[in-house]
């Protein structure tokens, strides 16, 4: 659900992406006329768009044209992404305007203004004095934030649907808010969400750091006013907008909290213009927004105390009662369904091996490894395989189950799969 709202978003955000003017050079009056079939027309150009600097050399990207740029290179240097205009001269070839020409042609550069120089720390969050932030209690649960007076309440919360917990049993949300532009006025950032969850069912801090989504190598610990935090951060692009999620997970007083930032940001995905005359937002000005925000959490013995259940294999391993695996009808795919059931278990790892050519997607999630996507102790999932090779392929796929965060791989079940090539 996460994701079908953020690809909505996505095309919301990109229809409204205003166009700039690139300034595509203009034909004027001839200077000279060249004597080979090679030359033609030299004409001024006064283009406006954004640079892209490559191993030394130079080319200017704006709405409807790119140029290789030739002479003033020390100027230049540096100014990878910015917006820059040029002026100078270009041989066309003869009789051909700059459109028509079939090749990327090059401008003798005589002279180089930077419009818009974009600064590499890029821009902190606007969020106002602290002390004018509003909180919010929450005495069942233990737990008071603020937020900045500009953030409003959001219910469900701001394009967000559902926290990161592997298992969604029992979530409740203690609060929602909408990010506004103008926390980082005059930049790529456009909207955000802010939302704070809480599991009761999570009974251990090894069971409340893992996230369902993340991707192993943007997973750590983040310590924040001295408390350490399980974070992960998860990227998504489409029609020139990026989503940032930055997730965090702490356990406190018995219970296990989670606080979800989303950013979603003008990306043009290679300087393209005119997204590169506005000041961009960084990882570093995220955090910023992120780490004051989770700096004004206080933690309090919550009212509320999770019903004590006993549990008769807590001296034992976890065991994997079931796992099995079915087809999925389907004309235009092969999907295929994985089911399980374990005793002991707060989640389990589906594994295999990567193989060329063999693609494995997940229902709203991707596979960037072995164990990207964590899953709860019950429960199915299906997943799209593709074999893009010319002989069939046995594929593995093995189930591990974790208690308090920590791995059983001897207690795992496997299954193999034969995959027919798909062409």
Request: net charge positive.
């Amino acid at each position: 659900m996460r994701w079908f709202l953020w690809l909505s978003f996505f095309l919301l955000c990109s229809a409204r992406l205003a166009v700039g003017q690139g300034g595509v050079m203009k034909v004027g009056e001839p200077k000279a006329r060249g004597t080979s079939s090679s030359t033609g027309d030299v004409v001024k150009a006064g283009p406006t768009g954004c640079l892209v600097e490559k191993a030394g050399t130079f080319r200017l990207r704006g709405q409807d044209f790119l140029y290789n740029l030739k002479g003033h290179e020390k100027e230049l240097a540096g100014h990878d992404g910015d917006e820059v205009r040029v002026t100078g001269t270009i041989a066309l070839p003869q009789g051909l305007p700059p459109t028509r020409s079939g090749r990327v042609l090059s401008v003798k550069v005589k002279t180089v203004e930077i419009l818009h120089d974009n600064d590499p720390a890029g821009q902190a969050p606007s969020l106002g004095p602290v002390a004018g932030w509003k909180t919010i209690l929450s005495s069942k649960y233990g737990l008071r934030f603020r937020v900045p007076k500009t953030f409003t309440e959001a219910n469900p919360p701001y394009l967000s649907s559902a926290a990161n917990f592997v298992s969604s049993e029992g979530v409740a949300m203690l609060g929602g808010f909408s990010i506004p532009n103008a926390t980082y006025v005059h930049t790529n950032f456009r909207d955000g969400g802010f939302a704070v969850f809480v599991n009761p069912n999570i009974r251990s801090e090894g069971a409340c750091s893992p996230f369902g989504d993340f991707q192993p190598k943007l997973t750590s610990l983040a310590t924040i006013r001295g408390i350490k935090f399980a974070h992960t951060v998860i990227y998504g692009v489409a029609m020139g907008t990026a989503s940032v999620s930055h997730n965090f997970h702490i356990y406190r007083n018995g219970l296990c909290y989670e606080f979800d930032f989303d950013f979603f940001e003008l990306n043009g995905g290679g300087w393209d213009y005119p997204i590169c005359a506005v000041q961009w937002i960084y990882t570093q000005n995220e955090r910023q927004l992120t780490d004051a925000l989770l700096s004004a959490v206080r933690f309090f013995k919550p009212r509320f105390q999770p019903v004590e259940t006993e549990n008769p294999r807590s001296a034992e391993p976890p065991v994997v009662t079931l796992f099995t695996q079915t087809p999925v009808p389907n004309k235009n795919a092969r999907i295929v369904r994985f089911t399980w059931s374990t005793e002991g278990t707060d989640y389990v790892q589906i594994h295999f091996p990567l193989v060329k050519n063999i693609v494995v997607l997940g229902d709203a999630f991707y596979f960037y490894d072995q164990s990207n996507h964590n899953f709860p102790p019950s429960g199915h999932a299906n997943l799209l395989l593709g074999n893009y090779t010319k002989a069939s392929v046995a594929i593995q796929f093995s189930i591990e189950p974790f208690r308090a965060g920590v791995a059983y791989p001897k207690q795992s079940r496997t299954l193999t799969l034969t995959l027919k090539p798909d062409r």
